[in-house]
């Protein structure tokens, strides 16, 4: 109790909590589709990206990607343009609105304004398994903004080059073959990859703790457009106990590319282009 604690404080606090974007009208992708493309896979690419650092990668509309844990526990931080467009990016911010903290199969990375689409579809979760735990944490976290130099000089001080924000900036200059600076402001908030993470109880803060990924474990996406992805390889390995620095632990994680032999984007009916007018009530 506080001088402020007014007398129905309890009652305030017992009022029952309404879901902001209730999802019963979104578009459900269909799910024994990508099941029946998924059954017949070649490989056309791969990219193993190594340890504190990050790489780039494209996957053509209607293919399927993987991210896979290959030596040992390490969790990595994914950026998603429209390869066409990189004005178009993942919008953590509302699929986190849509799906909830933490994504899993079935469920779609939405596109920024004014486009608001699914960039990708989750067709495979080798860790959904894991649900949420006694902590609140669970796996593939679309709620952390990706390690970065600015927050850590804020915090630590110093000038640490390999946390995920400078590995993606990097990597997506090499690719665009432009100057950091002009580079740096398409990167944007993430897709936790096996990162375990949820809000502490008595505090709300953002919390993390040691991945379940083991090797072999891997997160399948089918590509709803064109992508140009990005992904770090976290310098903070499992995230048990380092966040940013050169003492933990680090791995490899390899992204697959695949080509289904059903053309999935003919055999379905949507396109999954935002209808909004884009008028503004003008």
């Given at each position: 109790?506080?001088?402020?604690?007014?007398?129905?404080?309890?009652?305030?606090?017992?009022?029952?909590?309404?879901?902001?974007?209730?999802?019963?009208?979104?578009?459900?992708?269909?799910?024994?589709?990508?099941?029946?493309?998924?059954?017949?896979?070649?490989?056309?690419?791969?990219?193993?990206?190594?340890?504190?650092?990050a790489s780039t990668f494209t996957v053509p509309a209607g293919h399927f990607f993987r991210i896979s844990s290959v030596e040992a526990a390490q969790v990595g931080d994914l950026n998603l343009w429209n390869a066409k467009d990189l004005s178009e990016k993942f919008y953590s911010?509302?699929?986190?609105?849509?799906?909830?903290?933490?994504?899993?199969?079935?469920?779609?990375?939405?596109?920024?304004?004014?486009?608001?689409?699914?960039?990708?579809?989750?067709?495979r979760d080798t860790l959904d398994w894991y649900g949420?735990?006694?902590f609140g944490g669970s796996v593939h976290d679309v709620i952390g903004t990706r390690c970065d130099p600015y927050t850590h000089h804020l915090l630590k001080?110093?000038?640490?080059?390999?946390?995920?924000?400078?590995?993606?900036?990097?990597?997506l200059a090499a690719h665009l073959d432009v100057p950091l600076a002009e580079a740096e402001p398409h990167v944007h908030d993430v897709l936790n990859v096996f990162m375990c993470t949820g809000f502490t109880r008595d505090t709300g803060?953002?919390?993390?703790?040691?991945?379940?990924?083991?090797?072999?474990?891997?997160?399948?996406?089918?590509?709803?457009?064109?992508?140009?992805?990005?992904?770090?390889?976290?310098?903070?390995?499992?995230?048990s106990a380092e966040h940013s620095s050169d003492v933990a632990r680090c791995y490899p994680l390899l992204v697959e590319v695949f080509a289904p032999e059903l053309d999935v984007l003919k055999a379905r009916a949507d396109n999954h282009v935002n209808g909004y007018d884009r008028t503004h009530g003008l």
């Amino acid at each position: 109790m506080t001088e402020n604690t007014p007398s129905d404080a309890e009652a305030r606090r017992a009022i029952q909590p309404v879901i902001c974007y209730p999802v019963e009208t979104l578009p459900q992708p269909d799910m024994a589709l990508y099941a029946q493309a998924r059954a017949e896979l070649r490989k056309t690419d791969e990219v193993l990206v190594p340890p504190r650092d990050a790489s780039t990668f494209t996957v053509p509309a209607g293919h399927f990607f993987r991210i896979s844990s290959v030596e040992a526990a390490q969790v990595g931080d994914l950026n998603l343009w429209n390869a066409k467009d990189l004005s178009e990016k993942f919008y953590s911010g509302k699929t986190r609105a849509l799906h909830g903290t933490h994504i899993t199969t079935g469920q779609q990375m939405w596109s920024s304004f004014p486009h608001l689409r699914p960039m990708t579809t989750i067709t495979r979760d080798t860790l959904d398994w894991y649900g949420i735990d006694a902590f609140g944490g669970s796996v593939h976290d679309v709620i952390g903004t990706r390690c970065d130099p600015y927050t850590h000089h804020l915090l630590k001080g110093g000038q640490y080059h390999h946390c995920c924000h400078s590995n993606l900036t990097r990597a997506l200059a090499a690719h665009l073959d432009v100057p950091l600076a002009e580079a740096e402001p398409h990167v944007h908030d993430v897709l936790n990859v096996f990162m375990c993470t949820g809000f502490t109880r008595d505090t709300g803060q953002y919390f993390m703790k040691a991945s379940p990924v083991r090797p072999g474990d891997y997160l399948e996406f089918f590509a709803e457009i064109d992508l140009l992805g990005a992904l770090s390889a976290c310098p903070g390995g499992d995230c048990s106990a380092e966040h940013s620095s050169d003492v933990a632990r680090c791995y490899p994680l390899l992204v697959e590319v695949f080509a289904p032999e059903l053309d999935v984007l003919k055999a379905r009916a949507d396109n999954h282009v935002n209808g909004y007018d884009r008028t503004h009530g003008l």
